[in-house]
């Protein structure tokens, strides 16, 4: 999905949610819905198909209009967008917040991703270091970390600028300075493009995290993030 497509999808789960499909099923034929956005009923209908095939909706079509309800995964997109707003509006993000979880072993991409070495000249050029290649990889062991950690996305952070090489594109990276167990300074990255959800974070640093924290799969550690 590039960046254009996922604002195309927020602008229309958005639009839905105004209709009443948030926490409920709500009936709205594709006539209605071009109507509403200013688009073809080809388009809305092209997009309903696209959010379903995403789990961001379910939906079920019947003669009268489609039956639409926004799914978990809709919904946590949706609180994405509030918690960005509420912070921009009230500007209330402090310098920095600190989350804990375990450690686990991840699906390795993030070495592949570290290694490019577009990604390692920009990341040294504003994090001031070069990363190892490799990310600890931290899940969220409270639900007070998920929420703080799904708020940082509005906060200021570094931008890596995506790249396309011959064989794909890669997409924006955002970087927030952190300082790992207290002792490594490293960054937290978020990618538009990723397998893991709010309840992970990936962290890069100038050394094995692990080796240089004795730290295994299971294992606590906390991550203090700066915001500004």
Same mark, same amino acid.
């Given at each position: 999905?590039?960046?254009?497509?996922?604002?195309?999808?927020?602008?229309?789960?958005?639009?839905?949610?105004?209709?009443?499909?948030?926490?409920?099923?709500?009936?709205?034929?594709?006539?209605?819905?071009?109507?509403?956005?200013?688009?073809?009923?080809?388009?809305?209908?092209?997009?309903?198909?696209?959010?379903?095939?995403?789990?961001?909706?379910?939906?079920?079509?019947?003669?009268?209009?489609?039956?639409?309800?926004?799914?978990?995964?809709?919904?946590?997109?949706?609180?994405?967008?509030?918690?960005?707003?509420?912070?921009?509006?009230?500007?209330?993000?402090?310098?920095?917040?600190?989350?804990?979880?375990?450690?686990?072993?991840?699906?390795?991409?993030?070495?592949?991703?570290?290694?490019?070495?577009?990604?390692?000249?920009?990341?040294?050029?504003?994090?001031?270091?070069?990363?190892?290649?490799?990310?600890?990889?931290?899940?969220?062991?409270?639900?007070?970390?998920?929420?703080?950690?799904?708020?940082?996305?509005?906060?200021?952070?570094?931008?890596?600028?995506?790249?396309?090489?011959?064989?794909?594109?890669?997409? @924006?990276? !955002?970087?927030?300075?952190?300082?790992? =167990?207290? &002792? $490594? %300074?490293?960054?937290?990255? #978020?990618?538009?493009?990723?397998?893991?959800?709010?309840?992970?974070?990936?962290?890069?640093?100038?050394?094995? @995290?692990? !080796?240089?924290?004795?730290?295994?799969? =299971?294992? &606590? $550690? %906390?991550?203090?993030?700066? #915001?500004?």
């Amino acid at each position: 999905m590039t960046r254009k497509q996922h604002w195309q999808h927020l602008y229309m789960l958005l639009k839905l949610a105004e209709m009443g499909a948030y926490n409920r099923t709500a009936k709205i034929s594709t006539e209605y819905l071009a109507k509403k956005l200013g688009m073809s009923q080809q388009t809305a209908s092209r997009y309903l198909i696209e959010l379903e095939r995403i789990e961001w909706i379910s939906r079920n079509t019947t003669p009268e209009g489609s039956l639409i309800e926004i799914k978990e995964q809709g919904t946590v997109e949706l609180q994405k967008i509030y918690s960005s707003l509420k912070v921009l509006m009230e500007k209330t993000y402090p310098p920095s917040v600190t989350l804990e979880g375990t450690v686990f072993t991840g699906l390795g991409e993030g070495a592949y991703y570290i290694s490019k070495p577009d990604y390692r000249k920009q990341i040294l050029e504003k994090l001031g270091f070069e990363p190892y290649p490799g990310t600890l990889n931290v899940k969220l062991t409270s639900d007070y970390d998920i929420k703080t950690r799904m708020e940082l996305e509005a906060y200021p952070a570094l931008e890596v600028r995506g790249f396309q090489n011959e064989d794909r594109t890669f997409g @924006l990276v !955002k970087c927030y300075p952190a300082i790992i =167990g207290g &002792k $490594v %300074k490293g960054a937290l990255v #978020t990618a538009l493009r990723s397998h893991y959800d709010a309840s992970v974070l990936e962290i890069i640093a100038p050394v094995c @995290l692990r !080796k240089n924290l004795g730290l295994k799969d =299971g294992n &606590k $550690v %906390k991550v203090e993030i700066r #915001t500004s």
